[in-house]
Nanobody, 128 residues
Framework: QVQLVESGGGSVQAGGSLRLSCAVS????????MGWFRQAPGKEREFVAA????????SYADLVKGRFTISRDNAKNTAYLQMNSLKPEDMAVYYC?????????????????????WGQGTQVTVSS
């Protein structure tokens, strides 16, 4: 059983930064592409960023390009989302997710249906 635990959420003023972490246990972390999604009240869960199993490929939603950076440390079984220049519209519950992909894959899935495992979410609040 794969478990994902997010941390690093909190409250910040507009223009500030946060770094989210997603610790993965239970299986070989490097077998999974990792994604970050977010869900604001009354809205559907939306894609934020994804990274391939090796870390060599990434993908970002247009709304966060240039402000957010996804990364991973396969030795620490952890994925990260560095969020800079935060805006009030970034406020949401952020979820990390894992998708098992073939060896040497550079896939960076961007849809929720591709991901088999999810964390419980961490709240990010941005005040103006």
């Amino acid at each position: 059983q794969v478990q994902l635990v997010e941390s690093g959420g909190g409250s910040v003023q507009a223009g500030g930064s946060l770094r989210l972490s997603c610790a993965v246990s239970g299986r070989t972390f490097s077998s999974y592409a990792m994604g970050w999604f977010r869900q604001a009240p009354g809205k559907e869960r939306e894609f934020v960023a994804a990274i391939s199993r090796s870390g060599g490929s990434t993908s970002y939603a247009d709304l966060v390009k240039g402000r957010f950076t996804i990364s991973r440390d396969n030795a620490k079984n952890t994925a990260y989302l560095q969020m800079n220049s935060l805006k009030p519209e970034d406020m949401a519950v952020y979820y990390c997710a894992a998708d098992e992909t073939p060896q040497y894959s550079v896939m960076v899935p961007v849809t929720t249906t591709r991901y088999e495992y999810w964390g419980q979410g961490t709240q990010v609040t941005v005040s103006s």
